[in-house]
């Protein structure tokens, strides 16, 4: 650890106050781990109200066997009210923030300092006030650090350390203040161990130990540290696992799943640039300009939606990649972020199911007294420049060049074929190596060559 670690965890109060503001930085710009935390939150809430039970059942079922007396049922109503409190606490539990739920903590604490050192009314007997430690009750602390790992933010660990710590210290400056004391028990001990200072300090009734008091505070703050680091490094956890689940979302709006699990497993490099082979697709409405003019803004944006997720379904269930949403036109490519065999095959049979969804989807606007869309699509196998382009603070994936450009004329070229479909010869041939058992290439028809606009050579197209 380095030096300025090492300070910073000795300035404790200021770290945690750091560490909260910068998780709560977090939370706000990240959903997913907004809802991690609650979600975490409120499951472990219940699961140390659960435990909670049966640690105070355990400890109602020993009460007897140390104390064999009617008196000892004062104390199984402290763990009756104990368990209470804890179900109330579950009813009251919230994420952020809560006074209510602090409050029960706190009377938790209280309640067990009390019981702790008051000693007990029906006891039947009079005994000093400090003679009460000599029961060891400070131990049943360590239940309520423990249970709190389950339940609560680290911050909060860290709380109940310093609750315990302080009210520790108050009963035994109360007891040694106003505790009651019988002196002929320490004179009886005094006589009994003369000439043995430390037996006679041990076995006095009266003595509140302030040396153990002291020993008792300081490790339940240590182990309040502890378990408080603990539970920090929990949360880094709960949180690099909410900015995968984030990660993994961006890739789902632009990836099928499947390959999503691909990518988020791999080491490589994604966004390295790179040339490779890749078929693109690029579709769009035919007319659009027109059905936004004379329809109203709900129908135009209910007619995108359901544009986009065919589009997408299209494009998802043959392996493609949604590379950017162009208004009312699409880009996918077929061959990234990873080339497969079948991609050129793959981007065909995505054209040839865009089309029959369009068909699908136009009845359901007859139905609804909406006029059909037409879709044109054009598709083009070649080298593209792929990786991430932009600044640091806005990269995006991108894929560029001629392969690109000539897929979005071959799209624009179906007004002047009267076609739905425009396919190179290129992807056709490419298509044709795969080992697909379907062939949409038998829907499709060579035409003569044309020229596309910004090229000199002409490129041999296919249409549908």
């Known amino acids: ?68 007396n009617l008196n000892v049922l004062y104390y199984e109503a402290f763990i009756l009210l104990f368990i209470a409190l804890g179900w109330l606490q579950l009813r009251m539990a919230k994420v952020g923030y809560s006074k209510s739920e602090l409050g029960l903590i706190l009377l938790d604490l209280v309640l067990l300092t009390a019981v702790i050192i008051i000693p007990n009314p029906f006891l039947g007997q009079d005994i000093p006030t400090a003679f009460v430690y000599r029961f060891e009750g400070f131990i049943y602390f360590f239940i309520f650090l423990a249970l709190s790992t389950l339940a609560y933010s680290w911050r909060t660990i860290w709380g109940i350390g310093i609750w315990v710590a302080a009210l520790w210290v108050i009963g035994f400056v109360g007891v040694g203040w106003f505790g009651h004391t019988i002196p002929e028990l320490t004179g009886a001990a005094d006589n009994a161990f003369q000439g043995y200072p430390i037996l006679q300090e041990e076995f006095d009734p009266n003595s509140i130990r302030p040396t153990i008091r002291v020993q008792e505070v300081l490790i339940i703050l240590i182990v309040a540290a502890i378990l408080t680091v603990k539970g920090w490094r929990s949360n880094q956890l709960l949180m690099r696992q909410a900015d995968l689940a984030a990660e993994r979302a961006n890739l789902s709006r632009y990836f099928p799943s499947s390959l999503v699990d691909v990518l988020a497993s791999t080491d490589r490099d994604i966004g390295a640039v790179r040339t490779q082979n890749v078929a693109v697709l690029f579709t769009d409405i035919v007319g659009f300009t027109e059905f936004a003019e004379q329809h109203s803004p709900d129908e135009v944006m209910d007619l995108l939606r359901h544009y986009h997720a065919f589009v997408e379904r299209s494009i998802f269930q043959n392996g493609g990649t949604l590379d950017k949403y162009l208004g009312d036109g699409v880009m996918a490519t077929f061959g990234t972020p990873e080339t497969r065999p079948g991609d050129a095959a ?42 991430d382009i932009g600044p640091s603070r806005r990269l995006e994936f991108a894929v560029v060049g001629d392969t690109v450009n000539v897929a979005s004329r071959l799209e624009a070229s179906t007004r002047e074929l009267g076609c739905r479909c425009v396919v190179s010869e290129d992807l056709m041939k490419q298509a044709a190596q795969s080992d697909s058992p379907e062939a949409p290439q038998t829907r499709f028809s060579l035409r003569d060559p044309i020229k596309l606009r910004g090229r000199q050579t002409a490129v041999n197209v296919w249409t549908m």
């Open 1 to 68: 650890m380095s030096r300025k670690n090492t300070l910073s965890l000795l300035n404790f109060p200021s770290w945690m106050r750091r560490l909260r503001e910068e998780e709560k930085r977090q939370a706000k710009t990240n959903p997913f781990l907004a809802q991690a935390i609650a979600d975490e939150k409120m499951a472990g809430h219940r699961i140390a109200i659960i435990a909670r039970t049966i640690a105070f059942g355990a400890v109602g079922l020993l009460l007897p066997f140390l104390n064999p």
């Open 346 to 387: 793959n981007a065909l049979k995505a054209a040839t199911q865009l089309i029959e969804e369009t068909e699908t989807f136009n009845k359901d606007l007859e139905a609804r007294g909406i006029s059909p869309i037409k879709v044109s699509i054009g598709v083009h196998f070649g080298p593209v420049i792929l990786g």
